[in-house]
């Protein structure tokens, strides 16, 4: 299974909204997606599983949804620190992630 | 805070090994699967393998099976990474990373900062 990010690169300012996207290239049943963040020089932290769950800690402006072939990440109102690079994963069968969508500040 | 620490990377020769550790502090680590993962440099993460919680099970992505083998000492809490057979693509920083207590192909929620494998002559 190859997922695909999309945008590959997003240029926002602080307030915008940002939604990126995760597309898987065939159905698998009981799969997952998850939604990481990474900072340069970081690991990945993980923001999103179960597709729609916040992991402890994350504010609420971090919000997952999907089905089917299809995730996404939506960031409400973009706070400086949420510039970083986010990955998606697909879990449950089998276990891969996306090549990453690039938040950058305009 | 759960905290995993990772060691253990440098510079090796092709068709060299290396080995991997990873110590883990401050959770139950005899009760979790336990994953690696790498990340060559501008690339997304690539899962390479997932040890079960008492070392009984273990599954590899197919760009390392054959070659890397983990496993883990409960008594130390440490996971380890035996690398053989390095070529140039095995490049990357390589992390280790807390899983589920049940399920091996799961998210991971607890993330060390990885250690850096160069693969050259």
């Known amino acids: 299974i190859v997922l695909t990010q999309s945008p590959g690169t997003l240029s926002l300012s602080p307030g915008d909204r940002a939604t990126l996207s995760c597309k898987a290239s065939q159905s698998v049943g009981n799969t997952y997606s998850a939604w990481y963040q990474q900072k340069p020089g970081q690991a990945p932290r993980l923001l999103i599983h179960?597709?729609?769950k916040r992991a402890t800690g994350i504010p609420d402006r971090f919000s997952g949804s999907g089905s089917g072939t299809d995730s996404t990440l939506t960031i409400t109102r973009l706070e400086p620190e949420d510039f970083a690079v986010y990955y998606c994963q697909l879990y449950g069968t089998s276990l891969t992630f996306g090549g990453g969508s690039k938040v950058e500040m305009k | 805070q759960a905290n995993l620490v990772e060691s253990g990377g440098g510079v090796v020769q092709p068709g060299g090994s290396l080995r991997l550790s990873c110590a883990a502090s401050t959770f139950s680590f005899s009760s979790y699967t336990m994953h690696w993962v790498r990340q060559a440099p501008g690339k997304g993460p690539e899962w390479l393998a997932v040890i079960s919680y008492d070392g009984g099970d273990r599954y590899y992505g197919d760009s390392v099976e054959g070659r890397f083998t983990v496993s883990r000492d409960n008594s130390k809490n440490v996971v380890y990474l035996q690398m053989d057979s390095l070529r140039g693509d095995d490049t990357a920083v390589y992390y280790c990373a807390r899983g589920d207590v049940y399920y091996y192909y799961h998210y991971m929620d607890v993330w060390g900062k990885g250690t850096a494998v160069t693969v050259s002559s």
């Open positions: 179960s597709t729609s």
